[in-house]
């Protein structure tokens, strides 16, 4: 069964630092979306992509973070300079259609921790 | 906020026993979907019900959705140890493309 893969599965950086998470989305899948979870805490949406740009993003996403699919593979999120808070589970996602009536495969996800 | 807030917040039964979680959220819905989340890995759908239905199954599980009191619930039949895990709901708001989670239920099965 076709699966989301993300890498790494654990990332330690210091503050300040910029870090790349990666994803490759199912290949014939035309939506990706970055979501995260702080540790025991519920599952928060960060933003979505289609067609080469941003469809939506919420109050988290901001300056911060980008999002960039580099080639016909590859979802990447950004984070310029990260910050204590950034610390959580960062999960990539992807759907055939939009989320309205169609169900996102998820990534394993990536421990993302900032010292 | 859509999201919405799953209840209980964590559930512990035996092995054989019916489960059931129940998820209520703010607005109007396209649809809503559960999802299980097991121990520090991703999410997997499970089910999805549209708000034009009222019950759906798969397998051991029972969907029902109430749109009048905006609410959701999730029946696990003859619960397995392997059904341990975290089960989150997740709504699309009318006229709107993303789906935005609940608290999560912790459910644990013992054998």
């Known amino acids: 069964e076709p699966e989301v893969t993300q890498t790494p599965s654990h990332q330690v950086t210091q503050m300040g630092q910029e870090v790349i998470l990666r994803c490759v989305p199912i290949?014939?899948?035309?939506?990706f979306y970055w979501y995260r979870q702080i540790l025991g805490q519920k599952v928060e949406f960060l933003v979505s992509f289609y067609n080469n740009e941003i469809s939506e993003k919420s109050e988290i996403f901001d300056d911060q973070f980008s999002v960039e699919r580099p080639d016909g593979s590859n979802f990447t999120l950004k984070i310029r300079s990260t910050k204590l808070e950034d610390s959580a589970m960062y999960f990539c996602a992807s759907s055939e259609a939009r989320g309205r009536g169609e169900k996102l495969f998820f990534g394993s996800g990536t421990q993302l921790s900032v010292l | 906020s859509q999201q919405g807030e799953e209840d209980p917040q964590a559930l512990s039964i035996q092995e054989g026993e019916n489960a059931t979680m129940n998820c209520s959220y703010k607005?109007?819905?396209?649809?809503l979907q559960w999802y299980r989340q097991n121990s520090g890995r991703g999410l997997v759908h499970l089910i999805l019900?549209?708000?034009?239905?009222r019950e759906k199954h798969s397998g051991r599980l029972r969907v029902t959705l109430d749109t009048s009191k905006k609410s959701s619930s999730l029946l696990i039949t003859a619960s397995r140890a392997a059904d341990t895990a975290s089960y989150f709901c997740?709504?699309?708001?009318?006229?709107?493309?993303?789906?935005?989670f609940g608290t999560g239920t912790r459910l644990t099965v013992i054998p």
């Open positions: 607005t109007s819905i396209n649809n």
């Open positions: 019900i549209r708000s034009n239905e």
């Open positions: 997740a709504t699309v708001q009318t006229g709107a493309n993303n789906l935005f």
């Open positions: 290949s014939n899948h035309l939506y």
